[in-house]
């Protein structure tokens, strides 16, 4: 295409969920495409994360992925899998809204440039912009914490972000090590194939009950608090509980590979132990494997320039802007971290964004 302005209103950071539901908001804003604002994506072609989500993560086994605002989505089938049929549907979302991405494009900084600006640093140059939405999720930084002895582990070891297939763990024991969606329903596949043994730090909650509008205002609400706070955002799951109704939690629960053991206390070069007096003490399970299913943080350390928060804490937020930062926007981040959410955020952003660029003209609906 024609090269894009490199001097704009708004640069949004990301093309995920967030990144177009934000485009598309600001098209209809009023901000002109490619001249007024620009996606800028670190991937090489549309999908974000859901490009690398593992063949087997079907739309009948997610939580379900919201639609975009203005085009439904409608699969061939809930059991195409997800990294195939997201990324179609965001590629036909990118083309028929004419949003202008610039991939890829990884921002390695963001700075003010004195002049009420910011300089959107990139590895293909840089961009000035009056405003920034970042949309850039958290699949890129995957979470591990750590453990005594982890390094002399002679197995082993992957994070959820590098899972592909149960049938490479076949006859290898694999510890699982966390209380989430993606733990459970790793779970629930490798140990058709595999002996297992999971590992939680909290006893996990199950809730029967469907997850409704009632269930998710009330994960929405907890996670703004948080974020009001300028605490960290945690996971959903942390505030919803584990949904007993979801097919491959069910299928685990009926098989008995849902037992959990509390977190093991180090690693042996042969698999994990216990050594608090937690009932536990003691124990051993040799393991080929460990699995960390252990989430990820927010992926925003290109704005560590700004300044925008204390080390170890979390953005302080107003809405999606940072607070006390009105050109500074996170959409799907904290409460906004699901498909519905950033959906609802990058219309929010974009609102504000007008107010904030154009004090005086007024809003689209
Ligand atoms: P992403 O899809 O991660 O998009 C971010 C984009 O920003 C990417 O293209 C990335 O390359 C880019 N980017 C990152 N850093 C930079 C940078 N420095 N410079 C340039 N570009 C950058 N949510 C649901 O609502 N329903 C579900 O069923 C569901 N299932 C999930 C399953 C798994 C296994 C996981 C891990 C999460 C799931 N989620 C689900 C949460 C889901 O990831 C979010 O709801 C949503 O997809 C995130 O969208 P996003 O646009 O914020 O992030």
Redesign the pocket.
């Known amino acids: 295409g024609s090269p894009t302005p490199r001097d704009v209103d708004v640069v949004v950071?990301?093309?995920?969920?967030?990144?177009l539901a934000t485009g598309w908001a600001l098209a209809r804003q009023g901000f002109e495409r490619g001249r007024e604002f620009v996606l800028?994506?670190?991937?090489p072609a549309p999908g974000?994360?859901?490009r690398h989500?593992w063949p087997s993560?079907t739309l009948g086994t997610?939580?379900?992925?919201?639609d975009l605002p203005g085009l439904p989505f409608r699969p061939d089938s809930e059991d195409a899998p997800a990294v195939e049929s997201v990324p179609a549907y965001f590629a036909d979302y990118e083309h028929r809204f004419q949003l202008p991405v610039v991939r890829p494009?990884?921002?390695?900084a963001v700075r003010r440039t004195g002049q009420g600006a910011f300089t959107v640093e990139?590895d293909r140059g840089h961009w000035t912009a009056r405003a920034v939405v970042n949309?850039?999720?958290?699949?890129?930084r995957p979470f591990v914490p750590r453990y005594p002895g982890q390094e002399l582990f002679r197995g082993r070891q992957l994070h959820?972000v590098d899972y592909r297939d149960a049938e490479e763990f076949r006859d290898r024991h694999v510890v699982v090590v966390g209380g989430g969606?993606?733990a459970t329903q790793l779970l629930a596949e490798i140990s058709r194939v595999t002996s297992t043994t999971w590992v939680t730090r909290r006893p996990p909650v199950w809730r029967d009950g469907p997850f409704d509008e009632d269930v998710g205002r009330e994960v929405v609400a907890t996670v703004e608090q948080a974020v009001r706070e300028g605490r960290r955002p945690g996971s959903v799951v942390g505030v919803t509980g584990l949904l007993t109704s979801t097919p491959y939690v069910r299928d685990g629960l009926d098989r008995g590979v849902l037992e959990r053991l509390p977190v093991f206390d180090r690693i042996t070069p042969d698999g994990v132990a216990w050594d608090a007096a937690d009932g536990e003490a003691g124990r051993t399970v040799p393991a080929d494997v460990i699995l960390w299913a252990t989430g990820?943080r927010a992926?925003v350390g290109?704005l560590a320039p700004l300044r925008l928060r204390e080390p170890g804490r979390g953005f302080r937020m107003d809405g999606t802007q940072v607070a006390g930062e009105p050109r500074v926007h996170l959409v799907?981040y904290g409460p906004s971290?699901?498909?519905?959410g950033?959906n609802r955020a990058g219309q929010a952003a974009a609102r504000a964004l007008r107010r904030e660029l154009r004090p005086g003209t007024p809003l689209a609906r």
């Open positions: 950071i990301g093309a995920g969920q967030a990144g800028l994506d670190g991937e974000g994360a859901w989500r993560l997610t939580h379900r992925v919201h494009v990884r921002v390695t990139t949309a850039t999720g958290t699949w890129t959820t969606a993606s990820f992926a290109h799907g971290a699901s498909t519905i950033a």
